[in-house]
């Protein structure tokens, strides 16, 4: 099991690249999340929803995504605190404090999903969640020491040099958490390392010396992590991809599956911008992309709150293009009601009114994978769809499903169109044929060739950097307990 002293260290793409290595050696490996924190989720071939990080995890492992590689799924949204998700399935929603109370039912269901794991895989690679050092939280974690003892699992401690204090971070984690737990930890790995490492040399002995825990590697900065989905919006770009052609996402506070738009980070002559809270739309923009969101009533009061919704109309009164996809595309519609109060209090609000469409929230969520065609030009494309939510009054919609049914809509112009496909632009076809309609330069980019040699370029890079044997050594087999 792979924890860490903080969010944000490293641990996804950790597990992620020792999953592709290990994975290369022959063995079957799964990976394991016993509870992820996201708006950013993938559909998987059992029918329900995990983590983006654990998709791409077993991606690097070449399985296919399961429930059970993330069984607890945490997705924040508006007033009424985080949905919950159980194997795949919304099981109702909760605040903070009501879901401590909840956690210790839940521990059966995470270590039965982890039973299943176990018993089709070589090896399982565990990935924690958050801080290992949250004592606070120590008595009902489900996440990190609680599961680790549970299953009686060995736990390397990940540190962050790049953030600084890697040193107080990992000596500290063992001075705070219980004997106990601390017994369970067997090495640590230091991660994101700048410059010459032998300059380090002393720290990692320091560390090994006062906490008795084996060194396992120090890992320099990995360059090409980019090219991979990022879990959360920690992981959003702050830079300009530096492209000729600027197209803006807006990143209200509760974006959601933003992964959607990576593929564009990659385009060389485009200049993708996220636009957050308090910055304007550029005007120079060709294209806006309004994301999914986990609250899109929430949401949209936010983009207006932010004055994006004048800029919206000022840049299609410049001509300019603009896509919504899901929560996004409810936006754009004329009203949004939420009359079961699924995200919040019951409500009913105006959209945008760049679309002819409105959108009752409620009714089962769809989860599925999707394929088909835009009604215009016939340009193939493949995507999922995970949303809840009804929207009627389409007169001109943009796509054509593989069942027949048709989805989203476009504007009479043309320049404003809507859909509910995530994953749209992930689709090199759709790619090429969305940066044509906004005149941006087309490239021979294959998103998905790429993904493949960044996770084997990661995985050398841990190779090279990690004692693989030495953690390849640690595993045993696991005595799973129940939490009853």
């Known amino acids: 099991m792979i924890q860490g002293t903080g969010s ?3 641990k996804s793409l950790i597990v992620a690249g020792l999953a592709r290595a290990f994975t290369r050696r022959g063995l079957k490996v799964r990976p394991f999340k016993p509870q992820n924190m996201s708006n950013n989720a993938a559909v998987t071939a059992d029918g329900g929803e995990i983590g983006r990080a654990q998709a791409l995890q077993a991606r690097a492992a070449k399985t296919l995504p399961s429930v059970h590689m993330n069984p607890v799924l945490l997705k924040p949204q508006s007033e009424t605190g985080s949905q919950v998700i159980v194997q795949g399935k919304v099981v109702g929603t909760a605040k903070a404090r009501e879901y401590q109370s909840m956690k210790p039912r839940l521990l059966d269901a995470v270590l039965e999903s982890f039973g299943k794991l176990v018993a089709q895989a070589d090896l399982v690679l565990v990935e924690g969640a958050g801080s290992a050092s949250e004592v606070n939280l120590r008595a009902s974690d489900i996440a990190n020491m609680g599961f680790a003892r549970a299953a009686d699992v060995p736990v390397v401690l990940l540190g962050d040099i790049d ?6 971070s990992l000596v500290g984690t063992k001075a705070v958490i219980e004997p106990e737990d601390a017994k369970m930890i067997a090495g640590f790995i230091v991660n994101r390392f700048r410059g010459d490492p032998s300059l380090f040399d002393d720290g990692m002995k320091m560390i090994a010396h006062q906490t008795g825990w084996k060194s396992l590697g120090l890992v320099p900065f990995f360059d090409a992590a980019y090219k991979l989905p990022p879990e959360d919006a920690l ?3 702050t830079a300009r991809t530096g492209g000729t ?5 807006l990143a209200y506070p509760r974006i959601a599956n933003f992964d959607d738009f990576d593929p564009l980070k990659l385009e060389p002559g485009v200049d993708l911008i996220f636009v957050r809270p308090g910055e304007p739309i550029p005007g120079d923009c060709a294209l806006v992309i309004l994301p999914g969101s986990k609250a899109t009533i929430a949401d949209l009061a936010s983009l207006r709150d932010a004055g994006w919704d004048i800029d919206l109309q000022a840049h299609v009164r410049r001509g300019g293009h603009v896509l919504g996809i899901c929560g996004g595309y409810q936006m754009l519609g004329r009203k949004v009601a939420d009359f079961d109060g ?3 209090p019951p409500s009913s609000v105006e959209g945008l009114g760049l679309l ?3 959108t009752t929230l409620g009714g089962d969520k769809v989860l599925v994978e999707a394929m088909g065609e835009t009604i215009a030009g016939n340009v193939p494309f493949k995507g999922y769809e995970i949303h809840i939510g009804r929207t009627t009054g389409a007169t001109r919609p943009l796509l054509r499903l593989a069942t ?3 989805d989203g809509m476009v504007s009479h ?3 404003i169109a809507g859909c509910y496909i995530h994953g749209l632009l992930t689709d090199d076809r759709q790619r090429r044929h969305w940066l044509e309609k906004i005149g941006a330069p087309t490239s021979t980019l294959s998103y998905e060739t790429e993904v493949e040699a960044t996770l084997d370029l990661l995985a050398d890079h841990l190779e090279e950097h990690i004692d693989c044997d030495a953690l390849l050594a640690l595993a045993r087999a696991p005595s799973i307990t129940s939490a009853g």
């Open 404 to 406: 027949g049914k048709p």
């Open 356 to 358: 002819e469409i409105e």
């Open 413 to 415: 112009s043309g320049r």
């Open 245 to 249: 052609v600027k197209i803006a996402v």
């Open 342 to 344: 699924i995200e919040g």
């Open 235 to 237: 992981g959003l770009p």
């Open 163 to 168: 953030r600084g204090g890697v040193i107080a």
């Open 8 to 10: 944000d260290v490293g």
